[in-house]
């Protein structure tokens, strides 16, 4: 059973568009919701990150939007750059033990000059 | 200051054969995380130790899998008699201490592929 949906699988934005990566999430328990950031050989790295009590954080060019009742939560890169390129990955955990994070697949995003 | 680091970049090894991955985490970090990384899927949690707390290994797919740390420091994920299905990338993680609010930091992988 995978706990947190991750979509699109891939996606194709033009220079200087919008990205918009969607998360769906089962456990109501989970109340920590992380994007990470991967390039190519290299491991994740936290891009932004979400807590429920808020509807919206923006960090410069990125924004994460959190619906509490829907259980979604997405990232937007504003003023997409090639830089960009890279794979996403959604994830969120829950208070308590481990607090490990559970991942989304990830979305490949290709920013074309 | 230095990053996560992890041994060997790549490996390759047979079927059947026992595999060791190396993971040496940011000094003074407590916790520390192995994530699986399979081709089209996301992160799959593996092991976390904290402290000398016991370690959480709901997330070894099998007895084949095994992890420790030695003196809070540097992990190794010991693989037995691997499979095919084991070839993926081997993350692992670090943070300043256990718990959501603290940032995982990845090191690079190990990229295994069993022939």
């Known amino acids: 059973q995978q706990q947190v949906k991750q979509s699109p699988q891939s996606l194709i934005v033009q220079k200087g568009g919008i990205s918009i990566i969607n998360c769906a999430y089962e456990n109501t328990a989970f109340d920590y919701f992380p994007w990470y950031q991967q390039f190519p050989g290299k491991g994740p790295a936290l891009l932004i990150a979400?807590?429920?009590?808020?509807s919206e954080k923006k960090e410069g060019r990125f924004t994460i939007s959190f619906n509490k009742s829907a259980k979604q939560f997405s990232l937007h890169i504003m003023d997409s750059q090639p830089g960009d390129s890279a794979t996403y990955f959604c994830?969120?955990?829950?208070?308590?033990?481990?607090?490990?994070?559970?991942f989304g697949k990830g979305t490949k995003l290709t920013v074309n000059p | 200051g230095a990053g996560v680091s992890q041994s060997p970049s790549n490996k390759v090894t047979e079927k059947g054969k026992d595999v060791e991955l190396r993971c040496d985490p940011i000094s003074g970090h407590t916790a520390l995380y192995w994530y699986r990384q399979s081709l089209g899927q996301g992160l799959e949690f593996l092991i976390y130790f904290q402290g000398n707390s016991a370690p959480d290994k709901s997330g070894l797919p099998s007895d084949r899998f095994s992890a420790e740390r030695t003196g809070g420091s540097v992990s190794t994920l010991t693989i037995q008699r691997t499979q095919q299905e084991d070839s993926a990338v081997y993350l692992c993680?670090?943070?300043?201490?256990?718990?959501?609010?603290?940032?995982?930091?990845f090191g690079p992988g190990t990229r295994l592929t069993v022939l």
């Open positions: 979400i807590r429920p009590d808020v």
């Open positions: 994830a969120a955990s829950k208070k308590g033990g481990s607090e490990k994070l559970v």
């Open positions: 993680a670090s943070s300043l201490s256990g718990g959501a609010i603290y940032e995982q930091f």
